[in-house]
C-alpha cells in the first residue's frame, strides 16, 4: 500500500517531513510521496527518514493552477534543484508571499488582528498559508475551527479571501514534463464541473502530457473513486491516489488510510514509474 499525497510544515501540514514518513512507517506503507505546495524543501529531510525506516520516497510537490473551479497538480518524481518547474516554483513563492501579507492586512481590516509575526510563528522556516491563517484565528477564538475559519472568512469567495498568482493547467503539464517529472490531476471533483465538462478537461489536458488522475482520494466515496477510475481509463491515464493528509489541519485525513477506507495498491507507483520510463 501506497500515499501519493501528503504535506508537511513545508507547505501547510503540522507534521514535519521526518513525522510524515514515521506515519507512513506506522501504517505499514512500502512508499510515500511528501507533495507540499509549490516546494520541494522538505525532500532531503524526508528521504534521509524514509531510507532509515525502509519506506519509498517519492520526491514531488502539489501546484495550484488558474480555473474556474480549484484545480490542483500533483507533480511526481521532481527533485530540488534547479530545472523549468523548479524555477517557477521559487517564483510562485515569492508570490504567495506576497499575497500573505495582503490576507492579514485584509484580516485586520474585517476586525481580525493577525500578525506577520504571528504567521510565522505558526507556518515555522517554510511557506505560510491559508491553513495557518485559520489555525491563529481559531486560537484566538475567531473561529470554532480550521474549517470555519476557511467557511466564514479564508475560502474563495469569503471576505478574506485573496487570489494569488498561478500556472496555468497545460504550462503546468508541460514545465512538469521538461522538468523530467509527472504531472497527475489531483482531487478532480472539486474542479465543480459536469461529467461530460471533467472527461473534456481530463481529456485536454491528457494531449498536454497529463500522466495521471487520482481517483482514489482520501475524502472520496467508493463510487466516487470507481467512476474516477473509469474516466482515468478512458483518457489512457494512470490511476493514482493519496490521503491528502495535513495533519491538524485536515483532522479526518490520515497519512494511509485517508477516512479509514483507503488503499492505494503498490501498483499505482508502479503505473507511474511505466510511464516514467516510457
Not at 485586520?108 to 517554510?126: F, H, Q, W
Request: charged share 25%.
Amino acid at each position: 500500500m501506497v500515499d501519493l499525497h501528503t504535506h508537511s510544515t513545508v507547505s501547510d501540514g503540522s507534521d514535519t517531513p521526518e513525522e510524515v514518513v514515521d506515519l507512513a512507517a506506522k501504517a505499514g506503507l512500502s512508499a510515500l510521496a511528501l507533495t507540499d505546495h509549490d516546494r520541494l524543501d522538505g525532500i532531503e529531510a524526508a528521504r534521509a527518514r524514509a531510507a532509515s525506516v525502509g519506506v519509498e520516497l517519492v520526491s514531488g510537490c502539489e501546484i495550484s493552477c488558474n480555473h474556474t473551479g480549484t484545480m490542483h497538480m500533483l507533480v511526481y518524481f521532481l527533485e530540488p534543484g534547479p530545472g523549468p518547474l523548479q524555477d517557477e516554483l521559487a517564483r510562485l513563492q515569492r508570490a504567495r508571499d506576497t499575497r500573505n501579507q495582503r490576507l492579514v492586512a485584509r484580516l485586520a481590516e474585517l476586525g481580525l488582528p493577525v500578525t506577520m509575526e504571528e504567521l510565522e510563528a505558526e507556518a515555522g522556516p517554510s511557506g505560510a498559508g491559508r491553513p495557518h491563517l485559520a489555525a491563529i484565528l481559531v486560537r484566538k477564538g475567531l473561529a470554532s475551527s480550521v474549517q470555519d475559519a476557511f467557511d466564514r472568512w479564508l475560502a474563495k469567495g469569503r471576505p478574506a479571501y485573496m487570489e494569488r498568482e498561478r500556472l496555468g493547467p497545460v504550462p503546468a503539464v508541460r514545465l512538469a514534463r521538461q522538468s523530467g517529472a509527472l504531472p497527475v490531476l489531483a482531487h478532480p471533483l472539486s474542479l465543480g464541473l459536469a461529467p461530460a465538462q471533467l472527461e473534456a478537461t481530463v481529456r485536454e489536458l491528457a494531449e498536454a502530457g497529463l500522466a495521471g488522475l487520482e481517483a482514489i482520494y482520501g475524502r472520496y466515496s467508493p463510487d466516487e473513486r470507481a467512476s474516477l477510475a473509469v474516466l482515468a481509463a478512458r483518457a489512457k491515464l494512470a490511476i493514482t491516489g493519496g490521503s491528502d493528509h495535513h495533519g491538524t489541519y485536515k483532522p479526518d485525513l490520515t497519512v494511509g488510510t485517508g477516512r479509514g477506507d483507503l488503499h492505494v495498491p503498490d501498483g499505482a507507483l508502479a503505473a507511474l514509474r511505466d510511464r516514467l520510463a516510457a
